[in-house]
Every structure is written in C-alpha cells, then in structure tokens.
C-alpha cells in the first residue's frame, strides 16, 4: 500500500535513482512535484504507488534518431555547428549591405544598359534606334566637378566658362582647385573674377565640409546613392537637380532618375503620349521598367525633347537652391530670351553634363 505525503510546499523536489545495473553509464534524474505525490496518495489508499516515467536527461544529446534514442554530440560537430550558423549570420548582413554597381564608363557597361533598355521597353527602343548613344567619358575628380557645378549655376554658358576660367587660374590650374585653395580664396578676389558672395560662401562651405572630414573624394565614390543624396545636399547651394546632374555626368551612376528635371518629365510626356507633363511624384512609376538603367533613360528624354524642338532649356536650369518651379522656369524664359542659350547636356558641360540657362 502506499504511504501518504503530505507537504506545505509545492516546491518541486528531485529523487535520485541509482543505476539498476553497473553498465548504465549515468545517473537518472526524475522531477516529481509534491502535487502530484499528493495526488496519487489520495485517488485511493487501496491502489499500489506507481512510479511516474523515468526521462533521462543528458548533456549534450542530439534529436532522437529514427530509433528514437538520443545520440552524443562530439565537440567537433558542436564547433561545425557554430561555423555553419557563423556563416549563414555573415551571408545575411553582407546582403543587407548597401551595393556599388558598375559606372556607365565601365567597359561594356552601356551596352549592356542600351540592351535592357530595348528590351524592357518598346518605345524607348525606337529613340535608343535613332539617336548615338551617349558618353560617359569625363574624368574630373568630385570636388572639382562640385565647385564648378556651383560657379555655373544661373549664368549662360558662355559667361559661366569665363568666370570658371578665371577662377581655375586663381587655384593654379585644375589640378589645383583642392579644399585648401579654395579657402584661402577670400570673397573679394572671388568676386574680382564675377563670382558673387553668395556663391563664394557655397564654394568655402563645399570645401569646409572637405576640410572636416565630412566629405571626401573617396567616400563620395563608395557611397551609395541614397547616402550621397543625402550628404551632398547638406552642402550651401547644392539642390537635388545638381546633385542628380552630378551623379549620372560625373560619378556615372546607372540608376539616377532627376524626377525634377522639366526635360525629362517632358520627354516622358512626348514619350508615352501623355496629356499633361507628369508631375515628380509620378516619374518613378511611369519609369520603373527602365531600372536599373534610368540614367541612360534620362539621357535620351533629352535627346527626344531635342529634337521635338521644345527648347530643352526646360529640361535643366541649375539653380542656386538645386530646383525651382515649372512656372518660374517659363517666367524666366519669356523675360529674357534673348539670352537664353543651350548647352548640350552632354557636350556643353563635360564634367557634369548639365543644360544651365542663364538670366
């Protein structure tokens, strides 16, 4: 008969049980609540206490094989183990890791965005037919083509080279416009070669952000898009148009799309036989077939604008702040269009290929 227990404490308590033959290699461990010998004890005093099932618990055990018994784990296999999770841990943050695609001045890189091009999308296909395929050839180094996209901003071409001239000559040539050269440049002497305040506080801001650390020619080279979206536009007098300018007819990237660029928006229009010039918020998704070659797009809605005979002064104005309006681009346009003059947004401006219109 079994004898009754009786405990104020429901702590769980442990029984040893001593190996039933010396060949069992280790102790068994079983758990037994006092609820439950509690339990058992009143069911029935005329009931045998029956044990509860013995589990083994061991240290190191792998998953039941198809026997059902547990087998050892080596140190080897717990090593391998660990590597292979190492491994897999590894794979996954280089993948969310942030990718650097081949420039378009890569050999075989343009061609084989002209063949997705065609492929992806059919009306595109009949431009890429018709028109030379673009170049991406320049080799200035980024701050040099920063500080000039900043010196042509609102001037026509022609007095935007001459002012740029004048100031290379000041830094000793282009190999010598570097952060220190441009900030020993005091905004007098920038503005005894036409370079007015405004612009001269932009070109020291550019190149105290060079000075500090914050930019540099290299780090500008390995960011990704995004990130040099971001950086660059922290910079006085450099917008979004400048900075999308920049990356496709300097750093050569693939993928840039100026959503804010009246030339392309309208080369979209003339392109897809819209009714109304599509407005920046829609130009990602009217040109997601042409990713991850959207620059190349780009390029040929200049063209296509070029040769619609709308003046692809709309297309690109480079402003002090990086973008203006529509309205305020056709005002300045009707003011004074005398003056206005195209620059080839491949040809007129070598290191950044950008259309700049003067007032």
Not at 39 to 45: E, I, R
Not at 75 to 101: H, M, Y
Not at 218 to 224: A, F, K, P, Q
């Amino acid at each position: 008969m079994g004898e009754q227990f009786h405990s104020e404490s429901h702590e769980p308590f442990t029984t040893l049980l001593q190996p039933t033959s010396t060949t069992e290699a280790e102790s068994t461990i079983t758990t037994v609540t006092a609820d439950d010998i509690s339990l058992q004890a009143s069911s029935s005093s005329k009931l045998p206490f029956r044990s509860r099932k013995i589990r083994k618990i061991s240290s190191a055990a792998t998953p039941s094989g198809s026997d059902g018994k547990s087998e050892p784990v080596s140190e080897d296999d717990l090593l391998k183990g660990g590597n292979r999770a190492w491994k897999r841990n590894a794979a996954q943050s280089t993948a969310a890791l942030p990718t650097i695609v081949k420039p378009l001045s890569c050999e075989g890189e343009l061609d084989v965005a002209l063949r997705h091009l065609t492929k992806s999308d059919p009306l595109l296909a009949a431009l890429i037919n018709t028109h030379q395929p673009p170049t991406f050839d320049s080799c200035h180094p980024p701050f040099l083509a920063l500080a000039k996209s900043i010196l042509y901003q609102q001037l026509a071409y022609k007095a935007a080279t001459s002012i740029y001239t004048r100031f290379v000559a000041l830094c000793g040539g282009e190999a010598g416009v570097v952060p220190d050269a441009v900030l020993a440049l005091s905004p007098s002497q920038l503005r005894q070669i036409g370079v007015s305040g405004r612009k001269a506080g932009y070109l020291h801001d550019l190149a105290s952000k060079y000075k500090t650390g914050i930019l540099s020619d290299s780090s500008i080279m390995g960011m990704d898009d995004k990130s040099l979206f971001t950086m660059l536009t922290m910079v006085k007098g450099i917008g979004s148009w400048s900075v999308h300018m920049f990356m496709i007819f300097s750093l050569h990237r693939p993928d840039v799309l100026p959503v804010g660029d009246v030339g392309v928006r309208k080369g979209v229009q003339f392109l897809y036989g819209l009714e109304e010039l599509p407005r920046p918020s829609q130009m990602e998704q009217l040109c997601e077939k042409w990713k991850p070659y959207r620059s190349v797009g780009s390029w040929y809605m200049w063209r296509f604008v070029e040769a619609k005979g709308a003046p692809p002064a709309r297309a690109a104005v480079a402003l002090v702040d990086g973008a203006t309006s529509e309205q305020q681009q056709q005002q300045e346009q009707q003011q004074q269009p005398q003056q206005l003059q195209l620059v080839d947004p491949i040809n007129g401006i070598v290191n950044l290929g950008a259309c700049i219109w003067g007032q």
